[in-house]
């Protein structure tokens, strides 16, 4: 990995409750220049607001957006920020876009920032989309040579060739959020920070966008990816971090931050307990129901399974029927833990409903070789009766699947190729080149 490019040191910003910001005109920002200089020889304005809050006697008038954040990124390294709602995500890229001061702590940026925080963040809405252009270019630094050589490639990507010489603010939420993908990808900044603003776009300018992001990283140059793609996330991100709250949960592999973050949105009740007697979140005539659900292995009694290991899925079900259950089809969905479909065991796949089955009983699904690579996996239950959907419940439980010994014997694929490893066989025949 290349030079260190950024340092992030004790990090912190405060936001005061009910505060609004007074709008900065050109004579506020040129006077603060004079007053810096000033609060430099007197000493750090930003401390004594720093000191000011922890000393505050009501501290319930502000609000931590950023508790003491430090980490460290490399030339070439594409970084991952993740997190859920007002984690902090979007007030740390600001502080390093130098949009938001901090209220303590520190950042050394070595490199020219290119930032696409919000839609248009940088677009004058009175000016065409050139002008808008050459605005940006002009505010990273860059000539206008450099520009011009670009501009092309720019409008191209973005699709706005028609509506280049219209002012930005007649364009679309599309168009606007296209250009500035475009120009903030190609101005060619050492550091590119990215927002959750992909998600504006369609699916097709989102896989484009995620090219040029790996093309960028190709080039050698950083990228911070603020995401709630997790899969986007796992497939561009070498390292992540993961924020709540304003606070660092966790830094280190992608996906051993990401399966952090995902198990820590799950309630403590859905992921220790396979009791559903009890569970309210479920759906269906309720004629019957699911009142518990297991996962074994060859060896373990709990929810840890291992990957190419035998193992028994049973649900314990009851109705409020007194007589037997006539036609009774049980199926039990698996997702991994982004919500993806994985597989299903489902007696109707086999047209083997269970007939005249009791009231209360133990439906057991048997799967051979489990072909799920190490991670957490989400069990949805469903039972179907003679009438209809009688209960679904989702997240059932959640399985831990380990693995168990199998790297041994064949090479675990990345997530990022899905879930599941099929069986396969391999052969490779010579082929006469002359027919």
């Known amino acids: 990995m290349g030079d260190l490019v950024l340092r992030v040191d004790g990090l912190g910003k405060f936001y005061r409750i009910g505060r609004r910001d007074r709008y900065r005109t050109l004579r506020d920002s040129l006077s603060s220049l004079v007053l810096d200089g000033l609060h430099g020889a007197l000493g750090d304005d930003r401390q004594m607001d720093s000191d000011r809050i922890k000393g505050a006697v009501r501290r319930d008038e502000y609000i931590c957006a950023l508790a003491k954040i430090s980490f460290e990124v490399r030339q070439g390294e594409v970084l991952g920020i993740i997190g859920p709602n007002g984690a902090g995500k979007t007030t740390l890229l600001k502080i390093l876009s130098r949009i938001t001061e901090p209220t303590e702590g520190h950042a050394e940026i070595h490199g020219r920032v290119g930032s696409l925080l919000e839609v248009g963040t940088g677009f004058h809405p009175e000016l065409t989309g050139r ?120 830094e280190g592999v992608t996906d051993e931050v990401i399966g952090k973050y995902l198990t820590g949105t799950f309630t403590t009740e859905a992921r220790f307990s396979t009791e559903l007697a009890e569970r309210v979140d479920r759906y269906g005539s309720g004629r019957v129901r699911a009142v518990k659900f297991e996962a074994k292995g060859p060896e373990n009694g709990d929810s840890r399974l291992q990957t190419g290991s035998d193992v028994e899925f049973t649900v314990t079900y009851e109705s409020g029927a007194e007589g037997s259950l006539v036609n009774l089809l049980v199926a039990i969905g698996v997702r991994d833990a982004q919500g993806n479909n994985v597989f299903l065991c489902s007696t109707g796949m086999y047209q083997s409903h269970f007939h005249n089955v009791p009231p209360r009983g133990k439906a057991i699904c048997k799967v051979k070789n489990l072909p799920l690579i190490p991670g957490e996996y989400w069990i949805t239950v469903m039972l179907k009766d003679d009438q209809g959907l009688a209960d679904s419940v989702e997240k059932a439980a959640l399985v831990y699947v380990v693995d168990g010994g199998m790297s041994k014997i064949l090479q675990i694929p990345s997530r990022k190729w899905g879930s599941v490893i099929v069986g396969q066989e391999w052969e490779c025949y010579p082929v006469d080149t002359r027919r």
């Open 131 to 250: 002008e808008n252009i050459y605005l940006n270019g002009a505010i990273l630094g860059m000539k206008r040579s450099e520009i011009a050589r670009k501009f092309d490639e720019i409008v191209t990507f973005a699709g706005v060739q028609k509506f280049i010489d219209t002012p930005v603010k007649r364009y679309s939420s599309g168009m606007y959020v296209r250009l500035a993908f475009a120009v903030a990808a190609h101005l060619d900044p050492e550091i590119l920070l990215v927002d959750e603003v992909l998600a504006v776009g369609d699916a097709a300018f989102q896989e484009k966008c995620l090219g040029k992001i790996s093309q960028v990283v190709a080039g050698g140059r950083t990228v911070l990816f603020v995401s709630h793609n997790m899969a986007a996330v796992r497939n561009l991100c070498s390292r992540a971090l993961y924020l709540n709250g304003g606070q660092m949960e966790a």
